[in-house]
T-cell receptor
Framework: GEDVEQSLFLSVREGDSSVINCTYT??????LYWYKQEPGAGLQLLTY?????DMKQDQRLTVLLNKKDKHLSLRIADTQTGDSAIYFC??????????FGKGTKLSVIP | NAGVTQTPKFQVLKTGQSMTLQCAQD?????MSWYRQDPGMGLRLIHY???????DQGEVPNGYNVSRSTTEDFPLRLLSAAPSQTSVYFC???????????FGPGTRLLVL
């Protein structure tokens, strides 16, 4: 089955860029997502990319996909304290059957 | 639209008790899923459904039952609760497999 790996912690200073990395193992995963979870809350979809794309930009968010290496990254420009949260990478052949990484806790230092 | 709703928000059970976690969506979504979230484990898929009357197992189905009699509802049943089922449970739905999933607010379950 699919396995999704991501680093557990990332700390950045306010105003810097954050880059959260993720790797997956199943090359048939066509749907790749980034979710944000704030303490005590559910998951909020941030952005997604399909496997036929290399890059997707949405305001401060940039997603890069390297299909050959099965590597996905999320870049947050001008990181703010409100960006502090846990970020989950998820991959799968369908949106309803996703495998999630363990989450990266992003801490933003004022 | 209310989106995806889950009840209860919090529940305490004793080992061996049974209960049903409710999930409902009012977006006419075909696809619904149940996940559990444990510390350091991310989310793991328990069961999913691609339409009324159709369900299938995910990664960690043991100890849980589901049914999908209507498009709107997808309840998750614990037949005999165990401490290992202490977790936060999330329900999610999407219109089609190509669409993004919407998550409910979660149910925190503590089994003593």
């Amino acid at each position: 089955g699919e396995d999704v790996e991501q680093s557990l912690f990332l700390s950045v200073r306010e105003g810097d860029s954050s880059v959260i990395n993720c790797t997956y193992t199943d090359s048939s995963s066509t749907y790749l997502y980034w979710y944000k979870q704030e303490p005590g809350a559910g998951l909020q979809l941030l952005t997604y990319i399909f496997s036929n794309m290399d890059m997707k930009q949405d305001q401060r968010l940039t997603v890069l996909l390297n299909k050959k290496d099965k590597h996905l990254s999320l870049r947050i420009a001008d990181t703010q304290t409100g960006d502090s949260a846990i970020y989950f990478c998820a991959a799968g052949a369908g949106s309803y059957q996703l495998t999630f990484g363990k989450g990266t806790k992003l801490s933003v230092i004022p | 639209n209310a989106g995806v709703t889950q009840t209860p928000k919090f529940q305490v059970l004793k080992t061996g008790q049974s209960m049903t976690l409710q999930c409902a969506q009012d977006m006419n979504h075909e696809y619904m899923s149940w996940y559990r979230q444990d510390p350091g484990m991310g989310l793991r898929l328990i069961h999913y459904s691609v339409g009324a009357g159709i369900t299938d197992q995910g990664e960690v189905p043991n100890g849980y039952n589901v049914s999908r009699s209507t498009t709107e509802d997808f309840p998750l049943r614990l037949l005999s609760a165990a401490p290992s089922q202490t977790s936060v449970y999330f329900c999610a739905s999407s219109y089609q497999s190509q669409e993004t999933q919407y998550f409910g607010p979660g149910t925190r379950l503590l089994v003593l």
